[in-house]
């Protein structure tokens, strides 16, 4: 079955500007985890999706944002980009919160200008 | 709070040599340890985890016990190959119903002919 897939795979944007970042989870998956990926922090969480709700939220402002459609498909949103939110966001889908596997996309490289 | 202890990198390596790669963490509760892989250019592949203490992993090679006494999760693999070569993640959870992974920093693995 096809894998969680991430859209775009590559963008460069503009301070100042808007993001929007898809993920598509593995069929029958019902939560979605997004994570930014950067040389200097790693791995840090953003936030998860259930049932279109928000169920947890990692330390990032709020200019980060998500929602989860009826179909379990998912998408965030960057406002008002700065230079550090350069990074690879990856998202994860797992069949239901606190699911013991998650399965990583390809992520979305975001490149700010 | 949770968090994850990697050795720092990067680690280089001669084909066939012996892998040990240092992981430990601390945590409330009892969470599940994973090991995830990222190869250049691509979203996280989990390679193995182990769900409660003196659980081994395996997979492809590679091996890894969850410690609770040293609370540990070294990975460890006999003998490398140079298709071996990526960044290796320790993580730990998720715990309760979120699917919050916490990741160690990664190590890069470049293993020479």
């Known amino acids: 079955k096809a894998g969680v897939t991430q859209t775009p795979r590559y963008l460069i944007k503009t301070r100042g500007q808007q993001v929007t970042l898809s993920c598509s989870p593995i069929s029958g998956h019902r939560s979605v985890s997004w994570y930014q990926q950067t040389p200097g922090q790693g791995l840090q969480f953003l936030f998860e999706?259930?049932?279109?709700?928000?169920?947890n939220k990692g330390n990032f402002p709020g200019r980060f944002s998500g929602r989860q459609f009826s179909n379990s498909r998912s998408e965030m949103n960057v406002s008002t980009l700065e230079l550090g939110d350069s990074a690879l966001y990856l998202c994860?889908?797992?069949?239901?919160?606190?699911?013991?596997?998650?399965?990583f996309g390809a992520g979305s490289r975001l490149t700010v200008l | 709070g949770d968090s994850v202890t990697q050795m720092e990198g990067p680690v280089t390596l001669s084909e066939e040599a012996f892998l040990t790669i240092n992981c430990t963490y601390t945590a409330t509760g009892y969470p599940s340890l994973f090991w995830y892989v990222q190869y250049p250019g691509e979203g996280l592949q989990l390679l193995l985890k182990a769900t409660k203490a003196d659980d081994k992993g395996s997979n492809k090679g590679f091996e890894a016990t969850y410690r609770k006494e040293t609370t540990s999760f070294h990975l460890e693999k006999g003998s490398v190959q140079v298709s071996d070569s990526a960044v290796y993640f320790c993580?730990?959870?998720?715990?309760?119903?979120?699917?919050?992974?916490?990741f160690g920093k990664g190590i890069t693995l470049s293993v020479r002919p």
């Open positions: 993580a730990l959870g998720p715990t309760g119903a979120n699917s919050k992974l916490t």
């Open positions: 999706y259930f049932s279109e709700t928000q169920r």
């Open positions: 994860a889908s797992s069949l239901n919160p606190g699911a013991n596997v998650l399965t």
